[in-house]
T-cell receptor, first 114, second 113 residues
Framework: GNSVTQMEGPVTLSEEAFLTINCTYTATGYPSLFWYVQYPGEGLQLLLK?????DKGSNKGFEATYRKETTSFHLEKGSVQVSDSAVYFCALIRSNFGNEKLTFGTGTRLTIIP | GAVVSQHPSWVICKSGTSVKIECRSL??????MFWYRQFPKQSLMLMAT?????????EQGVEKDKFLINHASLTLSTLTVTSAHPEDSSFYIC?????????FGPGTRLLVL
């Protein structure tokens, strides 16, 4: 079956540090990959996505590249801010037919210290 | 971008009462909506898949008679927690599929006293 393995947290970094949150997946076929972010007390927001191999998703300074050869979708940001403190979820969906459920990783809590 | 709303955002109720949570897609039609439950500091647990005009598909271990789901239109799905008990206290999140992406609501925090 499908699964997503995420880097365990919590992760604590100083402001302006470089961020990497690892994500690897197992799936049949060609899944679409996502990073969602959850700020305290809120629902999930789509951060970025990639739908095919070698695609790079980017948003708000975050990037992730769909690597089929390593089955990975690592999240990176060159210089984090305090406002980036949140929980980050890697997820995949097997197909784009609209009724497929997302498979989530366990989430990584990120705290940025001023 | 696509917007999904939930109402109410939080609710406190007495044990034994029923609580209805609404999930709406505001600017797109969603044939499929999903209901999740999230415990503190944990990932989302899928409870059920709600399809417009048909019965919901529940995940293993989720009581369908306790968590009633109705998806009466392409923009509205409701989750009713029947005879709620303190162990049902949780954060409930819905999502709606717009194209190839799922968009999430802001969540409903339920506290059962």
């Amino acid at each position: 079956g499908n699964s997503v393995t995420q880097m365990e947290g919590p992760v604590t970094l100083s402001e302006e540090a470089f961020l990497t949150i690892n994500c690897t997946y197992t799936a049949t076929g060609y899944p679409s990959l996502f990073w969602y972010v959850q700020y305290p007390g809120e629902g999930l927001q789509l951060l970025l996505k990639a739908t095919k191999a070698d695609d790079k998703g980017s948003n708000k300074g975050f990037e992730a590249t769909y690597r089929k050869e390593t089955t990975s979708f690592h999240l990176e940001k060159g210089s984090v801010q305090v406002s980036d403190s949140a929980v980050y979820f890697c997820a995949l969906i097997r197909s784009n037919f609209g009724n497929e459920k997302l498979t989530f990783g366990t989430g990584t809590r990120l705290t940025i210290i001023p | 971008g696509a917007v999904v709303s939930q109402h109410p955002s939080w609710v406190i109720c007495k044990s034994g009462t029923s609580v209805k949570i609404e999930c709406r897609s505001l600017d797109f039609q969603a044939t499929t909506m999903f209901w999740y439950r999230q415990f503190p500091k944990q990932s989302l647990m899928l409870m059920a898949t709600s399809n417009e005009g048909s019965k919901a598909t529940y995940e293993q271990g989720v009581e369908k008679d306790k968590f009633l789901i109705n998806h009466a239109s392409l923009t509205l799905s409701t989750l009713t927690v029947t005879s709620a008990h303190p162990e049902d206290s949780s954060f409930y999140i819905c999502s709606a599929t717009g194209g190839e992406t799922q968009y999430f609501g802001p969540g409903t925090r339920l506290l059962v006293l």
